[in-house]
C-alpha cells in the first residue's frame, strides 16, 4: 500500500493497515488509521460491504481501558462495546470506530485521580472539573473522517450522546436514526449513568439503571 491509497484529497486521517479479525462475536475486518496531524493510532472494526446509499450501522467507542479490558463496573462501556458488536454482527454490516480518548478525554492517569474522588464521593463530572478538565473533553472529527474513508454516507448511529449525533450531523452525514445502546448495568454503575442523563442529557431510559 502506498501513499496513494491511504486517504483521499482533503482527509485528516490515513487508512494504514487492515486484516481479518476473528472474535467470539464473529468475524470482522480490523483498519488501523492514523492522524494526519499528531500520528495517533486507533482502529475501525468492519463487517459487509459499506454502501453508502445504506443506512449503515455506526458506533464511536471511545477508549475505556477499565470497562474495555478489565471489566470494570463503575461504568458501561465495556458491555457496550460487547453490545455493538453484536448487534453489527446480527445485521451483517457496520462500522465500530475506537477512538483513544480514554477518561472522555483526559488519559488513564487522569481517570485513576478522578476515581480516588470519585471514592470521595465526586460524582464524574465532579472529579473531572476539580482536575481542572472540562466535562467532556473528547472531539469526533477523526472518527467521522474514518466513517468517511470507510464509504458510509447514511448512518444508523448506536448511541445514547446526543453530541455525538450533533458531531456526525455537523460533518455532513445523514443521520437515518439514533439506535440506542442501554445496558443494565450493575450497582456501582448507577450513579454515573444516572449523572450522565441528568447532567450530561444522556438519552437514557431508568431501566439501565438497576
Same mark, same amino acid.
Given at each position: 500500500m502506498n501513499n496513494s491509497?491511504?486517504?483521499?484529497v482533503g482527509s485528516i486521517v490515513t487508512r494504514?493497515?487492515?486484516? !481479518?479479525?476473528p472474535t467470539e462475536f464473529g468475524p470482522f475486518q480490523i483498519v488501523g488509521f492514523r492522524a494526519v496531524s499528531d500520528g495517533e493510532e486507533f482502529v475501525a472494526l468492519v463487517k459487509g460491504q459499506i454502501d453508502p446509499d445504506r443506512p449503515t450501522l455506526v458506533r464511536i467507542h471511545s477508549q475505556c481501558l477499565t470497562g474495555d479490558a478489565f471489566h470494570s463496573l463503575k461504568c458501561d462501556c465495556g458491555p457496550q462495546l460487547q453490545r455493538a458488536m453484536e448487534m453489527v454482527q446480527e445485521e451483517g454490516e457496520g462500522i465500530i470506530v475506537y477512538q483513544h480518548q480514554e477518561g472522555r478525554g483526559i488519559g488513564i492517569i487522569n481517570k485513576i485521580r478522578a476515581y480516588a474522588l470519585q471514592d470521595e464521593?465526586?460524582?464524574?463530572?465532579?472529579a473531572n472539573l476539580r482536575l481542572g478538565f472540562d466535562v467532556d473533553q473528547r472531539e469526533y472529527h477523526l472518527c467521522a473522517d474514518v466513517i468517511r474513508q470507510l464509504g458510509a454516507r447514511r448512518i444508523r448511529l448506536m448511541s445514547n450522546n446526543p453530541d455525538k449525533l450533533h458531531a456526525l450531523h455537523q460533518a455532513g452525514f445523514e443521520i437515518?436514526?439514533?439506535?440506542?445502546?442501554?445496558? !443494565?448495568?450493575?450497582?456501582?454503575a448507577f450513579r454515573y449513568l444516572l449523572t450522565k442523563k441528568e447532567k450530561m442529557g444522556h438519552l437514557l431510559g431508568l431501566g439501565d439503571l438497576s
Open positions: 491509497d491511504r486517504a483521499t494504514e493497515a487492515e486484516a !481479518k479479525l464521593g465526586a460524582d464524574t463530572i465532579e437515518v436514526e439514533r439506535v440506542p445502546l442501554e445496558i !443494565k448495568a450493575k450497582e456501582p
